[in-house]
């Protein structure tokens, strides 16, 4: 209460090998299409819309995750709103991730106009993701840097996927064609990485990272 930077959905009990837990969106298993899944958004500063931080064996399938805001939290030209009274309708992450999180898939799932990461951590053993989309995130699309000294363990699998536009603002509501405005780099105020790590060696064998059969365009920094 009182500290909606540390707001958001809180972790998931985790479940077991035999049998997951499962936050599964309308539609499920048929939804390839955006709008049938359901849209989850954080507003009024909430720090991640989903935390699977420490959960194990989960599932999470169908979801357009989002805020209503077009504002970014770097040097960008429209600021969110975080201290003193005012602060704007914004989420600064998406998905939140840490190395003890381990068996978890993500199925059809848009991440996007964040006003910070699309998601923020590095993950355990078992991650995979199918059919997923992080684009349009103001600060980077995937910060698998967690900033606390770890990296990621283990397997990770991203596959069919579209890494885009990060590092730029996304318009509230959309109108245009290419809704994105105000593309940062860390040599102006910004960060950009499609995907960026941290500089911390894994445990052997090391952080087994494969992605395949995606795209990666237009993130102002590394893909």
């Not at 972790?11 to 997951?20: I, K, L, N, R, Y």
């Not at 992450?93 to 590095?122: C, E, P, Q, V, Y």
């Amino acid at each position: 209460a009182g500290n909606p930077y540390a707001a958001g959905m809180p972790p998931p009990p985790s479940g077991t090998a035999a049998q997951h837990t499962r936050i599964l969106g309308e539609n499920y298993a048929a939804c390839t299409s955006q709008s049938a899944r359901t849209q989850i958004h954080g507003g009024w500063a909430a720090g991640a819309v989903l935390s699977l931080s420490g959960s194990s064996y989960v599932d999470v399938a169908c979801l357009d995750i989002t805020d209503f805001s077009n504002c970014g939290k770097d040097t960008d030209q429209v600021a969110c709103e975080s201290g003193g009274t005012t602060i704007s309708d914004f989420a600064n992450d998406g998905i939140s991730l840490k190395n003890t999180s381990t068996n978890i898939t993500l199925t059809d799932i848009r991440i996007h106009g964040l006003a910070a990461d699309g998601m923020f951590g590095s993950p355990g053993d078992g991650f995979v993701a199918k059919d997923i989309a992080i684009v349009g995130n103001a600060d980077a699309g995937w910060n698998a840097d967690n900033s606390d000294g770890t990296t990621g363990v283990g397997s990770l699998l991203v596959q069919n996927f579209d890494i885009s536009w990060n590092g730029c603002v996304e318009e509230y509501p959309i109108v245009d064609t290419v809704p994105y405005f105000s593309c940062r780099d860390q040599s102006s105020g910004g960060y950009g990485d499609g995907f960026g790590t941290a500089t911390v060696n894994s445990p052997a064998p090391g952080w087994q990272v494969h992605f395949d059969q995606g795209t990666v365009s237009y993130n102002t920094q590394d893909g």
